[in-house]
């Protein structure tokens, strides 16, 4: 019923905006003869970064614009005189004068500042939340991730979304997010357009992405833009720093477990710039000089790398190359070598786990017109899982050398070629077009065992498991926010797809629609409609810790995952700056997959399509956000009610079971407080119904015919009547940061002390049954981390 509905109002409302765009009497005809365009790239005054989502306003007629990822805007207006207002948060707006009797061209800087003007705020009215088409939407200040309190000292976009209504964490400290009822492989997650595979370092503990590397962050939990596909939950759009333009920059930090430096400037002013941005762990080097050489050596280590050039051709033409990489290792060496009557013995082992990401982006900007602004892509994405063990001995005495070995290999991964051209049409203040289509080939290596033995009289060299499986995926789209009259705009379109894999043809329409109805000049309901495909599915093994989850293609077997959701939402602008948003939701997921029960990532000689079951799920609730974006006090306050379940034919008896990250309650509040330039506070507090997990109430006895005739026949063996039949206990905590910044000749230097658990409260990391003192059995919780102060050093120069 869903579907239907949504497909008949983007079927209106596309015939309303085709006839917007195209019909006109002659009367329409004469006056657009008589319009100009204005249009340019919007930029920091200080380093030539983009401005994303800038504000261009024309008091006079209350039309305007917003630039787009690239800073680029475009606005069409009767020729005349006119004040223009451009305006950003964060910086201080600037009115510009101008007589528009012909097309115009005009690049404008903006100044940072903390202090907002009255022509600012009047300007930035235009884009506040009741005005917008787009809800479910939620965008993150650089500046507040930085000030807010941060985990063992690392500072983390996905944790900060963690705060935002709609959004679940994933376990205790786990940068792993879980949108609206969804799973964790149903977030598109893009780094400069680009999707990411694995987001997180430390067995999730933190995540890939560098603050010092970042411009943007925008987090999409519904109402989506057809220009996005590809996942049913959730978009979150991470864009890169361009580099400074200007002249040379540098900053970085020195923490518990990581330092991290960047270099930003110019290679030509004006021109051509570059910025790169490494992080790295150190505590394997800082403990390797106090282990024996003769012992067993544990390591981990993380880094990540991102780098960008962005060269202009013209005001015209940009290209722009960024690259990511980074990699995860945790293993274990050992090392001896002895000599036992005058033969010489040398054993070496070596056990190690590593994963990481490649990506890298090509990208041209074209302004075909003062209305028509593009961008051509081209881009790789890799994600690589891998397990080895290695163990090899040498002996040697005199005339001879005996040598073994023995090697074990699993590998898993996911790469993808993609090309695209994205278009943005600015035909008048009341239409902005998008459009545009691509191709991603991509290439799955399900999981993939190498084995290998070498001694002196044998040697065995095989592999077995899946084997890879390649898929193509071609898209195309088109959106237009329309403003219909002064109370009423939408943004319809639609986004299509067609996949081919193994002689196997998919195709989807997915209609995509949001509404704003203005019903003051303060508040608007707000409506929206999506319609999502997804063509990949995520294996997640249901043990913690090891990034062992598999990336595997829709099959002929294994179809693909749809999603229809509604939202329906109220805005209001309330005094003091302050922003609240009301949403309900529902949501219905088809083609969910999951391990059948008694199967896992183990075992790797199945095929993966036998180890799964397919099933539905639901979730639906409502979200609640109070926001102020401005001032010395800047934060939000969320809360969300909640239910999601999932259902398959062959797991829990084919009952409807709640998902293990269902939760009814869950609250997130965030503030930074700037008493002044040298001294900002930042606090954080979380609460969440306890996650569901399964737990057998009863035992019976059950024959096992493996055992010898002298043993016991009979295993005790749990009843389980339903999954996810017990919560843990409620999760909460406080975190709280204090950050003094002081002005040096050099720079700026700042020293950021944070408290993990302020109150040190033990919340459940697992639950598992034992003995109790007393001999009787219970539940006992095991808890992760108590109160952690840390404190970290970064440096601007």
């Keep these: 019923m869903i579907k239907q509905i949504g497909l008949m109002l983007v079927a209106t409302v596309l015939l309303l905006v085709s006839q917007g765009i195209f019909a006109q009497n ?27 989502g800038a504000t261009v306003f024309v008091p006079s007629t209350l039309e305007g614009t917003a630039s787009n990822v690239y800073g680029f805007y475009s606005i069409t207006l009767p020729e005349g005189e006119y004040e223009i207002s451009f305006s950003y948060v964060g910086y201080t707006a600037q009115v510009i004068k101008l007589k528009l009797d012909k097309n115009l061209v005009l690049n404008v800087n903006l ?14 009215a235009y884009t506040k939340i009741q005005n917008r088409t787009q809800m479910s939407m939620n965008e993150i200040s650089i500046r507040q991730i930085k000030s807010l309190p941060v985990f063992l000292g690392e500072q983390d976009i996905l944790k900060t979304i963690q705060l935002l209504p709609g959004v679940q964490s994933g376990s205790e400290g786990s940068s792993g997010f879980y949108v609206r009822g969804g799973g964790p492989d149903q ?70 477990i990581s330092s991290k430096l960047s270099l930003e400037g110019p290679i030509i002013k004006d021109k051509t710039s570059f910025i790169v941005s490494a992080r790295r762990t150190y505590i394997d080097l800082l403990i390797k000089p106090f282990i024996p050489k003769d012992e067993v050596v544990p390591y981990y280590f993380f880094y990540d790398v991102n780098t960008k050039i962005n060269h202009k051709f013209s005001d015209d033409s940009r290209l722009y190359l960024s690259l990511y990489t980074g990699l995860d290792k945790f293993g274990a060496g050992y090392k001896d070598e002895y000599s036992v009557d005058g033969s010489k013995y040398k054993d070496e082992d070596d056990f190690f786990l590593d994963w990481g990401n490649l990506i890298w982006a090509l990208r041209w900007n074209y302004i075909f017109s003062p209305k028509l602004f593009s961008n051509t892509t081209l881009t790789y994405s890799r994600y690589r899982y891998e397990t080895v063990f290695e163990q090899n001995s040498t002996t040697s005495g005199p005339g001879y050398t005996d040598k073994s070995g023995y090697y074990w290999n699993f590998t898993s991964g ?227 009610l909640s239910w999601t379940d999932r259902q398959f034919e062959e797991i829990s008896q084919g009952n409807v079971f709640p998902y293990k990250y269902d939760r009814r309650h869950d609250v997130g509040i965030a503030g930074v407080y700037q008493f002044n330039d040298k001294f900002d506070v930042g606090i954080v507090w979380v609460y969440g119904t306890g996650n569901a997990f399964t737990l057998g109430l009863e035992q019976f006895q059950m024959y096992n015919p493996m055992y010898p005739e002298n043993m016991v026949w009979y295993d005790n063996a749990d009843y389980l009547e339903n999954r996810n039949n017990v919560r843990m206990p409620p999760y909460h905590r406080l975190d709280l940061s204090f950050n003094f910044t002081k002005e040096k000749r050099w720079g700026q230097s700042k020293w950021s002390l944070s408290v993990y658990n302020a109150y040190n409260r033990k919340n459940p990391f697992f639950l598992y049954i034992d003995y109790k003192d007393d001999g009787t059995k219970g539940l006992r919780q095991v808890s992760l981390f108590p109160i952690i102060p840390t404190a970290t050093y970064s440096f601007k120069f």
Excluded: C
């Design 26 to 52: 002659p009367d329409a005809k004469k006056a657009a003869s008589q319009k100009f365009t204005l249009n340019g790239y919007i930029e920091d005054a200080d380093n030539g970064e983009k401005l994303i």
């Design 111 to 124: 100044v940072a500042s903390n202090i907002l003007g009255e022509v600012e705020i009047e300007a930035a």
């Design 187 to 256: 977030n598109l997650i893009l780094l400069d357009g680009v999707p990411v595979y694995n987001a997180s370092h430390l067995f999730g503990f933190f995540s890939i992405f560098n603050p010092d590397a970042i411009n943007n962050v925008k987090l999409y939990k519904g109402g989506f833009p057809a220009r996005f596909g590809g996942r049913l939950s959730s978009v979150l759009d991470i864009r890169m720093k361009d580099g400074n333009m200007k002249e040379f920059h540098g900053e970085g930090s020195i923490g518990l």
């Design 414 to 640: 996911i790469k993808d070629w993609t090309a695209k051209i994205d278009f943005d049409y600015m035909p008048g203040p009341n239409h902005y077009v998008r459009f545009g289509v691509g191709d991603i080939n991509h290439t799955f290596t399900p999981g993939v065992t190498q084995y290998k033995i070498d001694y002196s009289q044998t040697a065995i060299d095989t592999s077995f498991g899946s084997q890879n499986q390649y898929a193509n995926e071609m898209f195309a789209y088109i959106e237009d926010d329309y403003k219909i009259n002064d109370w009423l705009k939408i943004n319809a379109g639609f986004h299509t797809t067609a996949f081919l894999v193994n002689d196997k043809k998919y195709f989807s329409f997915q209609p995509r629609i949001s509404a704003r109805a203005l019903i003051s000049k303060k508040s608007s309901f707000k409506l929206s409609y999506s319609r999502m495909a997804q063509y990949l599915h995520l294996l997640t093994n249901p043990t913690i810790g090891l990034p062992t989850d598999l990336w595997v293609p829709t099959t002929d077997r294994i179809k693909p995952e749809y999603a229809s959701q509604v939202a329906l939402g109220y805005a209001h602008s309330l005094p003091l700056d302050l922003d609240l948003s009301i949403e309900t939701y529902y949501k219905k997921m088809t083609g969910l997959i999951e391990y059948a029960d008694g199967t896992s990532f183990f075992g790797n000689d199945k095929d993966w399509q036998n180890k799964v079951e397919t099933g539905d799920g639901w979730s639906y609730g409502a979200e609640f956000m109070l926001e102020k974006k401005t001032g010395k006090f800047t934060g939000w306050i969320g809360y969300t």
